[in-house]
């Protein structure tokens, strides 16, 4: 059967060349990075080379990057790490539309005590900038802002909160673990002090990850043990998972402009030929502050799961925001703070696309969506 | 993570539409919970001759309310009241783990379109 992968958001390929790359680290040089002798050197070496190559990319100094298990992990190290600075009750500021990585790290610190705003967003899911700023309070100590939303693709006005958070001396970190590869992820023009990358959304290997860490920035570490990391992480290095991350963005900065073209080509058709061969669609987003690859459509009168398992027994592998399909059986919080009713809510469907989709995938999606959209709505009981 | 048969039902499933004038009309779920089933029943002489569906919902929505139709056309009203959850499940061969907040839906559907049959009737 034809199969065709556009769920990209969570999770991408590994790309054959950083595949390559990593080989060598599993058997030859497996050394660790700690050690004196020359295997060790050989992965201190790659260590480094994998940091700097990563810090060239986002305009960062090497000593600025520090290696983590991924997203989830580099989120967490930023909000609790920062929090970890301060002595008594810490406020912090994010939005509600942040990554689970983020909200629940958030609601953990809720539970031990400290005081956390959730930033509503508008229709089109981009953050109140005037509910932030007046939100900041004398115990602020973090604000904590995803770059590009990894539902709806809503690009955030990162570069307006920096400053904000710059002038109050408060820290900001932003999540870029989507937006990495798909629009200009500088942390210069960014004017972020944390910023969070995962390898596995990128073409590289799942399990590994980076946190950036301005200098000048002071944050505690969350795991204990010996001085990796300038002992902010410590555990002996992910080597090859590390050598795969620095390959992935160095490719995906030398792909950036044929990508980013590439993707936005698939993004716009894809949502012209749905929008007008099938009626009661909507696009949930941004229609133009949007990552390039994402498309979030509700289909009135359907169920996103029942979407999913007919998209799938077509080989389309695509994700919903309805509670149906997922195993908290809670429907999409990201869908629900941009104002959408719950019949639309269980009716979306986040397609994301890659680099290998083509246009000809483009079609089998829009004329599998026409053919199984009016099948289940002949179904349906609305 | 579904069974065979769920998605043979869930592809293929029977007793598809609305009767006019049914005898009875039975609908439970919300648009907030996303599921909403509605069956509709014909009844001559006491049997369930015609046994209609149509649901919004999710695979298991779906695959239960076309099983429970199936299971319940050409039963008496008695019998069709006796059918059981286990019935609906065994005839599926079973549910995930987790995807059962909406299974006994149908069911309920049924029960309550059979309902909706003895209170018209009495009129
Ligand atoms: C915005 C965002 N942040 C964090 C994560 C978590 O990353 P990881 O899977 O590497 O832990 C994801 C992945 O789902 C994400 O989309
Ligand atoms: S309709 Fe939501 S779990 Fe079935």
């Known amino acids: ?382 | 993570m579904y069974s065979k048969k769920v998605i043979e039902q869930f592809t293929n499933p029977l007793n598809v539409g609305t009767i006019e004038n049914a005898d009875g009309i039975g609908e439970v779920g919300s648009t907030v919970d996303g599921d909403i089933i509605t069956i509709y029943l014909k009844v001559d002489n006491g049997v369930l001759s015609e046994v209609k569906f149509k649901t919004f919902g999710c695979v298991v929505a779906i695959s239960t309310s076309t099983i429970v139709t199936q299971l319940a056309k050409g039963k008496t009203i008695e019998e069709a009241q006796k059918i059981t959850n286990d019935d609906v499940l065994n005839a599926l061969d079973g549910l995930p783990e987790g995807k059962d907040r909406c299974s006994g839906f149908a069911l309920d559907a049924l029960n309550k379109a059979i309902d909706n049959y003895i209170e018209f009737k009495k009129d």
């Open chain 1, 1 to 382: 059967m034809k199969q065709v992968y556009m769920d990209h958001s969570a999770t991408t390929p590994v790309d054959p060349q950083v595949v390559d790359a990593m080989l060598p680290y599993f058997t030859e040089k497996f050394g660790n990075s700690s050690s004196f002798h020359s295997f060790g050197r050989e992965a201190a070496k790659a260590l480094s080379a994998a940091r700097h190559k990563i810090a060239d990319c986002i305009g960062a100094k090497s000593n600025e990057i520090i290696f983590t298990s991924g997203g989830t992990e580099s989120d967490n190290l930023a909000i609790l790490g920062t929090v970890g600075q301060y002595a008594g009750v810490s406020h912090i500021i994010t939005s509600v539309i942040e990554h689970p990585a983020v909200l629940n790290t958030c609601a953990y610190l809720e539970r031990i005590g400290h005081e956390v705003t959730y930033i509503p967003v508008d229709a089109d899911g981009i953050i109140d900038i005037e509910a932030l700023v007046s939100s900041i309070k004398e115990n602020t100590v973090l604000i904590s802002v995803m770059h590009a939303n990894n539902e709806i693709g809503s690009i955030q006005p990162i570069r307006e909160i920096a400053d904000i958070a710059n002038s109050k001396g408060i820290v900001f970190h932003t999540d870029a673990v989507q937006s990495l590869g798909k629009i200009p992820v500088n942390v210069n023009d960014l004017g972020v002090d944390l910023l969070s990358i995962s390898s596995h959304k990128i073409h590289g290997p799942k399990g590994a990850g980076m946190l950036y860490i301005k200098d000048g920035t002071s944050i505690s570490p969350i795991v204990f043990g010996g001085g990796h990391e300038r002992g902010l992480r410590p555990g002996t290095e992910n080597i090859s998972g590390i050598v795969g991350l620095a390959t992935a963005v160095d490719l995906a900065m030398q792909r950036y402009d044929v990508d980013s073209r590439h993707l936005l080509d698939l993004r716009n058709s894809l949502i012209e030929k749905t929008m007008a061969t099938i009626d009661g669609v909507r696009l949930n987003g941004h229609s133009t502050k949007r990552l390039p690859n994402n498309v979030n459509l509700s289909f009135r009168s359907v169920e996103g799961e029942s979407l999913l398992m007919m998209l799938d027994l077509k080989g389309i592998a695509v994700s919903t925001g309805s509670a149906c399909s997922s195993k908290s059986l809670k429907a999409s919080h990201v869908l629900a703070s941009i104002g959408l009713a719950a019949d639309f809510i269980h009716g979306s469907l986040r397609i994301s696309l890659g680099r290998g989709n083509s246009m000809e995938d483009i079609d089998y999606l829009v004329s599998s969506l026409q053919e199984i959209v009016s099948r289940l709505r002949e179904i349906s009981a609305l």
